[in-house]
């Protein structure tokens, strides 16, 4: 009795988790994400708007518009950072769990006034639950590059996001 239970929960949880998919070849997803950023000795906390484009089942083209907050008492140490990333998804988006990671290039313009490029990897995991709308953890290094090469920094983030079809 006891292995034809484990048995059926094993059949149901696989159905579960193949079962899904993130978006079509050719679709747009749009989200945002909440992440906390390893800021010299403190850290700060970066909002971002998201947009995905699918080229392939393997392969998005992602870019966010970011602000990072530095000091939540002063809302003027505001930096605004574009990141562009090419993401292989190894699963292509067709279970519920969704992997994916890849490089990137991003530009900041900082509070101070000075700007710069740096180079990015990006990777997570998104959570299908809902046909369209996706959820997950992700982590993204970025070494900046222009003016200067400098240390990089480190964040870790919770996204979301939905398919929109034109």
Same mark, same amino acid.
């Given at each position: 009795?006891?292995?034809?239970?484990?048995?059926?929960?094993?059949?149901? $949880?696989?159905?579960?988790?193949?079962?899904?998919? /993130? %978006?079509?070849?050719?679709?747009?997803?749009?989200?945002?994400?909440?992440?906390?950023?390893?800021?010299?000795?403190? &850290?700060?906390?970066?909002?971002?708007?998201?947009?995905?484009?699918?080229?392939? *089942?393997?392969?998005?083209?992602?870019?966010?518009?970011?602000? =990072?907050?530095?000091? *939540?008492?002063? $809302? /003027?140490?505001?930096?605004?950072?574009? !990141?562009?990333?090419? $993401?292989?998804? !190894? =699963?292509?988006?067709? @279970?519920?769990?969704? !992997? &994916?990671?890849? #490089? %990137?290039?991003?530009?900041?313009?900082? &509070?101070?006034?000075?700007?710069?490029?740096? *180079?990015?990897?990006? %990777?997570?995991?998104?959570?299908?639950?809902?046909? %369209?709308?996706?959820?997950?953890?992700?982590?993204? &290094?970025?070494? #900046? $590059?222009? #003016?200067?090469?400098?240390?990089?920094? @480190?964040?870790?983030?919770?996204?979301?996001?939905?398919?929109?079809?034109?």
């Amino acid at each position: 009795m006891d292995k034809m239970r484990i048995s059926f929960i094993c059949i149901i $949880l696989t159905g579960l988790l193949t079962t899904a998919s /993130a %978006g079509e070849v050719g679709n747009w997803d749009f989200g945002g994400k909440v992440s906390l950023v390893k800021i010299d000795s403190g &850290y700060g906390v970066k909002a971002a708007l998201i947009a995905e484009y699918r080229i392939m *089942a393997m392969l998005t083209w992602r870019s966010d518009l970011e602000m =990072l907050l530095r000091d *939540a008492a002063d $809302l /003027a140490k505001t930096d605004i950072s574009i !990141p562009s990333n090419l $993401l292989y998804y !190894p =699963l292509q988006s067709q @279970f519920r769990f969704d !992997p &994916y990671i890849g #490089p %990137g290039l991003t530009f900041t313009y900082t &509070y101070t006034g000075s700007a710069g490029l740096g *180079a990015n990897i990006l %990777g997570g995991i998104n959570f299908l639950v809902v046909k %369209g709308k996706k959820f997950g953890i992700e982590s993204k &290094y970025t070494v #900046p $590059l222009i #003016p200067k090469i400098k240390t990089g920094t @480190f964040e870790i983030g919770l996204t979301g996001a939905w398919e929109i079809q034109f």
